[in-house]
């Protein structure tokens, strides 16, 4: 992931990673009662099935779910 700050919905991009034409980024919005999700993306701008969690760690757990699912 480049330093470009990106954001969807409220949310900062703060982490991801990208296989193949695919990328999987974890966003932070601490005013929101989730305030993590995991999406998918596509062109940097296409935000699409969202897991919204209470934790780093449980966001982290889906984009690792979503990475080994994705090879």
Known sequence: MDTEK???QGYEI???CTIGRKE???GYHPKAPNPYVCWYCKDRSNYYQ???CN????ARKKLIER???EC
């Open 67 to 69: 990475y080994q699912d």
């Open 55 to 58: 934790t780093i760690e449980a």
């Open 24 to 26: 999987i980024v974890i």
């Open 50 to 52: 969202g897991c919204y």
């Open 6 to 8: 990106r954001s969807n």
């Open 14 to 16: 703060i982490e991801g």
